[in-house]
Antibody, heavy 121, light 108 residues
Framework: EVQLVESGGGLVQPGGSLRLSCAASGFTFDDYAMHWVRQIPGKSLEWVSSISWNSGSIVYADSVRGRFTVSRDTAKNSLYLQMNSLRPEDTALYYC??????????????WGQGILVTVSS | DVQLTQSPSTLSASVGDRVTITCRASQSISNWLAWYQQKPGKAPKVLIYKSSTLESGVPSRFSGSGSGTEFTLTISSLQPDDFATYYCQQYHLYSSDPFGQGTKVEIK
């Protein structure tokens, strides 16, 4: 069974940094792209970033490019999102999602439970 | 960027109703479209991919159709467990905004 468990969320001041982690299990992590999607409670889904199976292709949403960095660690079966220069509009529930293919543009066949990030002074 | 527009935004229906949700793309995305269901407080769950392929374990009352720029998700007979928000997502081309805005299916 695929399991994705996010951690690292919390309250941070505007301009601050936070690093999200996603621990993956139940599938061959190396074979699939991984993704971050966020959602302001009550609002629509917003794609944040994707990383291909071998980290060779990485893409970001316009709203986070230059501030967020996605990475993955094969040895730890983990996905990361380093978030810098955080803004109040980054406040959201952040989901880790497994792609259904190795490339960064595909649909998502498994999701974590989400982790809340709150950016406020 | 390809933009997706879902309609309606909210839909009120009764158990047993046939329900159809539409997703329109601003340019052709072939059949590279997925549909997700999200219940309050839960993560989204994929229902359909490649426009019409049912994800394993998803009830057969869900179906998808379409290609190019117009797509539909149909629930043939709405069940109590189906009251949720539904999103479409395109994966034909990189887009900074690959999701539709969502359709909330409410109890009439």
């Amino acid at each position: 069974e695929v399991q994705l468990v996010e951690s690292g969320g919390g309250l941070v001041q505007p301009g601050g940094s936070l690093r999200l982690s996603c621990a993956a299990s139940g599938f061959t992590f190396d074979d699939y792209a991984m993704h971050w999607v966020r959602q302001i409670p009550g609002k629509s889904l917003e794609w944040v970033s994707s990383i291909s199976w071998n980290s060779g292709s990485i893409v970001y949403a316009d709203s986070v490019r230059g501030r967020f960095t996605v990475s993955r660690d094969t040895a730890k079966n983990s996905l990361y999102l380093q978030m810098n220069s955080l803004r109040p509009e980054d406040t959201a529930l952040y989901y880790c999602a497994k792609g259904a293919a190795s490339g960064p543009v595909y649909y998502y066949d498994s999701w974590g439970q989400g982790i809340l990030v709150t950016v406020s002074s | 960027d390809v933009q997706l527009t879902q309609s309606p935004s909210t839909l009120s229906a009764s158990v047993g109703d046939r329900v159809t949700i539409t997703c329109r793309a601003s340019q052709s995305i072939s059949n590279w479209l997925a549909w997700y269901q999200q219940k309050p407080g839960k993560a989204p769950k994929v229902l359909i991919y490649k426009s019409s392929t049912l994800e394993s374990g998803v009830p057969s009352r869900f179906s998808g159709s379409g290609s190019g720029t117009e797509f539909t998700l149909t629930i043939s007979s709405l069940q109590p467990d189906d009251f949720a928000t539904y999103y479409c997502q395109q994966y034909h081309l990189y887009s900074s905004d690959p999701f539709g805005q969502g359709t909330k299916v409410e109890i009439k």
